[in-house]
């Protein structure tokens, strides 16, 4: 015999487990009056207490294993939690639901970490230290939403040798590479652009020695406009010194003309 119940209680090995008693006319089991499991087997107010061992429910079929229930009405109360506390008792970590449809997760006491709401998005409060993140939006466009209610939002990319960021500053889009090297573009598996440290583009070219080097072939087409053309201007910073401008212009009648400093 490992148990018994008594008019006192529940033994265990002997020892008593649960001071109580069952309560024939409710057809449950009563703790100092109240009743705890009623006649469907079913907890119902225990209230609190400490507990030392492995708790092991099991319901056979039945989905449902636990259910946490309270009669708070807020928004965003807490409807029902699954407290973590030390051995002096201090709470340290939660996970509980809220009538607004969102579960939540806290560390370092009731500091919410982690909140699901009720379209299984997530918001994290924290950051992600290690490891890799994985996103998978199954059949829905946007992957990811990165939200800030400044004026300005970042992503940073951080690298043991390197960092960049993509970013808006006010109505301003931003992609920066913090390092020395270059900014490259890849298309179909490789490079197609390339910007240098320098600040020199290269198409097709990864090694590009003028401000604009293209491999390839270029063409600029205007539009079917009136005197429509095409400028370079050579600028130099010394005072005195002409300007160079080569003008290429095209009118609507078909001809071209062609000047400047050759």
Known sequence: EKGRFTSSGLSVNGS???????????????INGTTVINSLRNLTDIGTGSFSGTVSINQGASFSKLQIGTGRTGATENIGAVEFLNSSSALKAQVYGSNDGKLRLTTNGNTVALTLDSSQNATFAGTISSGALSVNSGTTDTAATFTS????????????????QIATSGTDGIIKNNGAGSFRLFNNGSEKVRIDSSGRVGINNQSPSRTLDVIGTAEI???NNSHQGFKITQTDNIAGQNISSLYIDHNCSGSDTFSGDF
Do not use: H, R
Not at 150 to 162: E, Q, R
């Open 221 to 223: 087409v205007l539009p």
């Open 149 to 164: 209610s400044d004026t300005a939002v970042a992503v940073n990319f951080v690298a043991s040798d390197n960092s960049m």
């Open 16 to 30: 008593a487990a649960i001071v109580g008693n069952y309560n024939t006319s409710l057809g449950g089991y009563q």
